[in-house]
């Protein structure tokens, strides 16, 4: 167990920097979940703190120790990739114990950890088996124990889950979930799955073009994101973005004209603001509602393209006159909406987030920002 901690890490191939400048401090026990857009560096960073890659600046500990020079099998990490990387011709528990008989330990040593290993994951049974006479599952679980037996302080999962079928990736997620609980190690996890981030992670860190654009619990970052990329990025469906411009500023509170929307008042930071200045207001799908503001809300015309339910809840897509993107509202149940109406959406006050139109930084305040 230990604490891992990035300062001002950078990595280029060539000329092309893909890391630039990341400092992150992981504590000791802790499950943290790297999101980002393809390409925006989340492997590569994995791979620089497994020590497959060396960086090109910056400084990498695990506990007290800089690593940054220390080949992988000394750092102490485990890391479980996509593809499982398990031998074809070795059985599960040669899979299993092949690491450790390098590592010349002693055989009881090994033949412990092994059967902890598979009582723990349930593959007991499979112990004597192929990896091709196992189910994709069954590799993953596999491939999960190789990392276990290493007992490392930290745990490195590179998207484990993306082969594995819709049921079972729930499955494997809540399994992964209760490992953590009981072993307690620091775990850093690569996804492109937002319920995965959510759900498992004690802090997110949302990557954009090498950079960590914020890192936070999932609910502050789903309920203060810093800026429109994460606000952009995190929550499904995706937040709904209207432009407008900064038409008064008074003390901390700032009127704003956005197209269809009325008179629409919000408290901001006002620091660095002004008046012209373009914003964009963020309403996430289900926090409009449709009907008729009441006390306190704003309403914008809202005109429905067309529905879909998936039973539990419904999706209405259309649009608001002046803005050029689609709208998305979503309901809960199954709500039969007339497609072609034009109807009436709320939103209160205090679910409108207010960003800066050049560069995105958020600019409203809510009461949680003091
Ligand atoms: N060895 C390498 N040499 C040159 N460029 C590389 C190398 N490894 C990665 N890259 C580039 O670095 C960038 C980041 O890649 P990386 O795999 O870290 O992204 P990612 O966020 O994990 O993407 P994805 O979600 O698609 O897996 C990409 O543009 C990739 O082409």
Redesign the pocket.
């Known amino acids: 167990m230990a604490s891992l901690s990035l300062e001002g890490v950078v990595k280029a ?1 060539g000329e092309h920097p ?1 890391i630039r400048g990341v400092d992150l401090s992981i504590a000791d026990g802790e499950f943290v979940v790297l999101v ?1 857009p ?7 960073l994995l791979r620089l703190i497994a020590g497959l890659e060396g960086v090109t600046a910056g400084r990498i500990r695990i506990g007290e120790h800089d690593v940054s020079a220390v080949g992988p099998a000394k750092r102490g990490v485990a890391m479980v990739f996509q593809s499982y990387a398990l031998y074809p011709h070795m059985s599960v528990a040669k899979n299993l114990s092949f690491g450790l008989e390098n590592l010349r330990m002693d055989r009881a040593e090994i033949d412990r950890r092994v059967g902890e290993a598979a009582r723990m994951l349930e593959i007991e049974p499979l112990l004597q088996r192929r990896p091709r006479e196992l189910s994709g599952g069954q590799r993953q679980r596999v491939a999960i124990g190789r990392a276990i037996v290493r007992d490392p302080s930290v745990f490195l999962f590179d998207e484990p889950l993306s082969n594995l079928d819709a049921a079972l990736r729930v499955q494997t997620r809540g399994e992964i979930t209760r490992l953590h609980r009981r072993l307690r190690t620091t775990m850093v996890y ?1 996804t ?1 799955d937002q319920i995965e981030a959510m759900t498992m992670a004690d802090r997110i860190a949302v990557m954009n073009r090498g950079e960590v654009e914020q890192y936070g619990p999932p609910l502050e970052l789903f309920d203060r994101p810093a800026n429109l990329f994460v606000a952009g990025f995190i929550g499904s469906p995706k937040m709904n973005f209207f432009s407008g411009r900064l038409a008064s500023l008074t003390g901390r509170d700032a009127e704003v004209h956005l197209p269809g929307f009325g008179r629409m008042v919000l408290p901001v930071d006002p620091s660095g603001l002004a008046l012209g200045d373009p914003v964009t207001l963020g309403v996430r799908p289900s926090h409009f509602e449709i009907r008729a503001a009441a006390a306190g809300e704003f309403a914008v015309p809202f005109a429905v393209d067309y529905a879909e339910s998936v039973g539990t809840e419904t999706y209405v897509y259309g649009r608001v006159a002046g803005h050029a993107a689609d709208v998305v509202v979503l309901v809960p149940g199954h709500r039969p909406v007339d497609e072609g109406a034009t109807l009436s959406l709320a939103v209160p006050a205090e679910r409108c987030h207010l960003f800066h139109g050049a560069g995105g930084r958020r600019i409203s305040r809510t009461p949680a920002d003091g």
């Open positions: 191939f893909i980002g393809s390409g925006c560096g989340k492997s590569t690569v492109h």
